[in-house]
């Protein structure tokens, strides 16, 4: 019988976005590419991601996560990768080449290759505490694939552990599933996520409880209420009533190949346990790479350029390009990386209108982005060129209000939600604001609904004067309200299932 | 309600809890009334500055320069700190008539007494370093006072209660009757009060309230807005603002409107009078815009808000990024003469009205003495007749 295994140049485990654009870069520099992902969707994490992604806009921040996994998967196979999903890959066996074997429904297939880039993400972490292994217990990337892909409501009120970004864009996409999240629980003294992220949760009045932690769950069959306890007072634990408990306790990178295959592995805490040594190039196994949350947790955009870098040297170590070529290319990725991976440090801010908004003239952006973080697409949407970041990619946005016209493009655009639209006209009597709102119950012009600051604060009923949702807003509405020039400037979105 | 009160008083703004404290001091059963709680109309909505340096000649003039007296001591009396501090003001001249005026005044009576003095820009600077002078002539500057106003409210209503006030708050106040024998009814929704004496201190609403009496009161009344910012940590010294001399001539010309009993011209007409500080807790009270459209409203104007804060970054640039807390409204009692109602009215010889104040703050703790010696048939030591309220009714 002949070999009837498949051969490729470049095998890629993982078709998240780390992986597929290793896949389009490879492809690109003419490598004969396969892309093996366990899913019967390619995407991987984006997959499950109803929100409007932040990051570079040259990443496709601003989409959503789904959105954002078909556009690579198209562009993946317009540059000639193959696809094999449905399959995981169980083992590696032999190094030059690599034959990967291939759990499928029909029994095992291998494929070997050259070279070999492991994009396979990270896995969540869980945290034991009496009472975890209730139903309803469940991490947030098991709430995600219920709620975001089987459209299943598994509980009506969370309680969320963790308070790092997924833990805030959960509870956030759990809001929009009109699941109520009774609290955001964290043991650090700050938010570890960005301050935009928990700005949407405290707009819907979301206590966020810092500083405190989950002691236990009760209930007999499943779980009834949760025991909260804060870190800082000696006082007894406070008994929370929901019927879920979600764990957003940090994600690790997932190895286990690397470490099949005898590769070096390094401890990084910042970057979620142990990581391959060597960064995409996997010290020890000469063809072997790793890019994305696989190695070191991080986000899209810098899952992306990894990818591509690492598509960039498996090209090189099979001699597709030159050593200058490879120079060449990896350096603007790497200067990329450099600008991503800033650091972001937390930030303490309660917003009000400043004085000079008050004073403005008659049309005004306001900002609410008092984080350096790495996100731009409130800048490439702006059409005047009103709204300027430049780089690093983590200076917060600066506007030119001469040159803003009213668009609203950037309050649709923000991932994190945080620009409005302020107008008024000097002899007035109502000012408009205009929000980004999504999401059910759906808004329309006239109905008066229930004004929130941005601390959740229920300021009275306004009439919406507006509601626009082009299509490039992608199931974004751009609301604006009239409300009293007292009440407009601290006006940052609207009660759900208030309205009417 | 049975029993007679020795005085009702009608307005727990600072003058009726200034009045009502006096009254107990000196023992009379004392019932104060307000349609709100403490403090709703605009005497917890006003920016707590002790202003002498307006006064107008005469008894006005005593009354402040000894209300001024007065207040400086008050937190002892009271028992309750209310921040009163002497403070520099600065007020920048921006035209030759200001500063001809301002001149003026460095020759006038108040002059030493208040420390009125002309700076150059730069030494002004030396008084508030981040004030940005360019745009200013000279510096007006004097020396003053301010309160925190919620707490100056919070020590006489303290003091009042502990002196046997009895307080009735969601009490409005619908009208009187006179009982003759020297006896009032008032008349509330909960019921009727019977009192004495008593003294009517409520504010903008003071006309309204008395309308149906017989008695001529050509009051109107202006409306204030004003701002709060987030705490500062220690930043400005002074009080500083604009030299308001558009302000007086608006006044002039509506009370010469009220007297006339037109329609005033001035509807829709507006002013700022420019006053920035900072207080004790470090929040900018930011006041004042001055509008004298009559009707009464609840919001704030755009207008008001956008001068308001442009004026100050215009003599503040730093404090572009300040937070604004919260923005409010508050009608304030306006007479024609710019002269106050502080009496007896006319055929009701047991109505006292003490309202239309220009500076009412300074005026309050020797206003709350006036009354009170008119409650208690004593002697004044000044006399009032300037200030009656059937004066309009007589020409
Ligand atoms: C809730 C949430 C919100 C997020 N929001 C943002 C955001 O707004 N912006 C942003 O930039 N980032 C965001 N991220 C992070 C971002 O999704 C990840 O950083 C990114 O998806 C990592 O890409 P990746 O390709 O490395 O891994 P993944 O996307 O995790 O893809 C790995 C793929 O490999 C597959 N795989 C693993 N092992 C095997 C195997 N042995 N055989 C076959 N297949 C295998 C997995 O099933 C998966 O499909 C978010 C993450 C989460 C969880
Ligand atoms: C923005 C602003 C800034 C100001 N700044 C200053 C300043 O710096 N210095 C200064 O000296 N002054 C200032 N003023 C003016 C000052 O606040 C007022 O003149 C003063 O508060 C008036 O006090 P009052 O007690 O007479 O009236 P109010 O405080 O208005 O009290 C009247 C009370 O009567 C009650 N009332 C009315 N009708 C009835 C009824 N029918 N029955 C029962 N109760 C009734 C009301 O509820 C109210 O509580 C300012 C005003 C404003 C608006």
């Not at chain 1, 095998?11 to 004969?32: C, F, N, Q």
């Not at chain 1, 997959?47 to 040259?58: C, D, R």
């Not at chain 1, 209000?401 to 609203?408: D, N």
């Not at chain 1, 604001?433 to 941005?454: C, I, K, N, T």
Request: glycine share 12%.
């Amino acid at each position: 019988m002949g070999d009837r295994t498949a051969k490729v140049d470049v095998a890629i485990v993982g078709a998240g976005p780390a992986g597929l654009w290793a896949g389009i870069s490879a492809s690109g520099a003419g490598a004969v590419v396969s892309v093996i992902d366990e899913n019967l969707r390619p995407g991987g994490q984006l997959v499950k991601q109803i929100h409007k992604f932040f990051g570079s806009a040259q990443h496709h921040a601003g989409q959503r996560g789904m959105a954002i996994a078909s556009g690579l998967y198209h562009q993946a196979e317009a540059a000639g990768c193959r696809f094999s999903l449905n399959r995981r890959v169980y083992g590696v066996y032999g190094r030059g080449p690599f034959r990967l074997a291939m759990a499928t429904e029909g029994g095992t297939e291998y494929l070997d290759a050259r070279s070999l880039i492991l994009a396979t993400g990270a896995s969540e972490n869980a945290l034991a505490f009496p009472g975890w292994t209730l139903p309803g217990v469940m991490t947030a990337g098991a709430i995600q694939t219920l709620v975001n892909l089987q459209r299943v409501v598994p509980g009506h009120r969370v309680l969320m552990i963790g308070a790092g970004n997924v833990g805030l864009i959960v509870s956030y996409q759990l809001l929009l599933a009109g699941i109520s999240v009774a609290a955001v629980v964290d043991s650090k003294p700050d938010v570890g996520g960005y301050w935009v992220h928990a700005a949407k949760l405290a707009k819907a009045g979301v206590p966020l409880l810092t500083g405190h932690t989950i002691l236990g769950v009760r209930g007999e069959e499943r779980v009834r209420s949760a025991l909260v306890k804060d870190l800082r007072s000696p006082r007894q634990p406070v008994e929370i009533a929901v019927d879920t408990v979600c764990l957003a306790v940090g994600m690790t990178p997932s190895v286990r190949l690397v470490s099949l295959l005898g590769g070096h592995l390094v401890f990084e805490g910042g970057k979620g346990g142990f990581v391959p040594a060597g960064g995409e190039t996997v010290s020890g196994i000469p063809g072997l790479f790793a890019a994305g949350d696989a190695s070191g947790v991080a986000e899209a955009s810098i899952a992306m350029e990894e990818g591509k870098m690492a598509g960039i040297c498996a090209s090189r170590y099979l001699g597709l390009i030159s050593e200058k070529e490879e120079q060449e290319k990896s350096r603007g990725i790497r200067e990329t990386l450099a600008e991503l991976r800033q650091p972001v440090r937390p930030v303490r801010e309660e917003f009000s209108p400043s004085l000079s908004l008050f004073s403005s003239p008659v049309r005004r952006v306001i900002m609410e982005c008092p984080q350096e973080i790495p996100c731009n697409p409130c800048e490439k949407n702006c059409p005047r060129g009103a709204i300027k970041i430049g780089r690093p990619i983590t200076n917060r946005p600066q506007v030119d209000h001469a040159l803003c016209s009213g668009c609203g493009n950037c309050v649709a655009v923000c991932p994190g939600m945080a620009c409005y639209l302020l107008e008024y006209d000097r002899g007035g009597e109502k000012a408009k604001l205009s929000f980004a709102y999504e999401g059910w119950p759906l808004v329309h012009r006239g109905d008066w609904v229930m004004a929130v600051a941005g601390d959740g604060r229920k300021l009275g009923r306004v009439q919406v004067e507006k509601v626009k949702s082009l299509k490039a807003y992608s199931a974004t509405s751009v609301v604006t309200v009239a409300a009293g020039p007292e009440l407009a400037p601290y006006i940052r979105g609207m009660a759900r299932g208030e309205n009417g | 309600m049975k029993e007679t009160w020795d005085v009702v008083v009608v307005g727990a703004g600072m003058v009726g809890l200034a009045v009502a404290y006096e009254l107990s001091r000196r023992n009379l059963r004392v019932a104060l009334l307000d349609k709100g709680g403490l403090g709703q109309g605009a005497s917890a909505a006003n920016c707590g500055l002790v202003l002498a340096s307006d006064a107008e000649p005469g008894l006005s003039r005593d009354l402040t320069l000894e209300g001024f007296r007065l207040l400086s001591t008050l937190s002892a009396r009271l028992g309750y700190d209310f921040e009163f501090e002497q403070k520099t003001f600065l007020q920048a001249l921006i035209s030759e008539t200001e500063l001809a005026e301002a001149e003026e005044m460095l020759n006038g009576p108040l002059s030493k007494p208040l420390h009125f003095r002309l700076l150059t820009p730069e030494e002004s600077r030396r008084y508030e370093p981040y004030l940005d002078t360019k745009d200013a002539l000279a510096v007006f500057h004097s020396l003053q006072a301010v309160v925190n106003p919620l707490q100056l409210l919070f020590a006489y209503y303290r003091a009042a209660r502990r002196q046997g006030v009895t307080w009735f708050p969601k009490t409005e106040v619908r009208g009187f009757s006179d009982y003759g024998n020297a006896q009032v009814a008032v008349q509330t929704e909960r019921g009727e009060f019977k009192a004495r004496k008593v003294i009517v201190a409520a504010g903008a609403w003071s006309a309204k309230l008395l309308s149906p009496l017989p008695v001529e009161l050509p009051m109107a009344f202006i409306q204030g807005e004003a701002m709060v910012t987030e705490a500062l940590p220690s930043l400005l010294s002074c009080c500083t603002g604009l030299f308001t001399s558009d302000r007086i001539d608006l006044e002039k010309a509506l009370g010469a409107d009220l007297l006339a009993g037109k329609q005033s011209g001035l509807e829709e007409t507006s002013c700022l009078e420019l006053d920035v500080r900072q207080m004790q807790g470090g929040n900018l009270l930011i006041g004042q815009k001055t509008d004298y459209n009559s009707a009464y409203r609840d919001t704030v104007s755009w207008n008001g808000m956008g001068l308001m804060a442009g004026q100050v970054l215009r003599w503040f640039p730093t404090l572009r990024a300040v937070r604004v807390l919260r923005t409010w409204v508050s009608p304030v009692a306006f007479t024609p003469d710019h002269q106050p109602l502080l009496g007896p009215l006319p055929h009701f010889e047991n109505i006292f009205l003490a309202t239309g104040f220009k500076s009412t703050i300074v005026l309050t703790p020797i206003v709350a003495e006036l009354a009170a010696d008119w409650a208690c048939d004593a002697n004044m030591p000044y006399d009032l007749g300037e200030f009656r309220p059937a004066r309009f009714g007589e020409e």
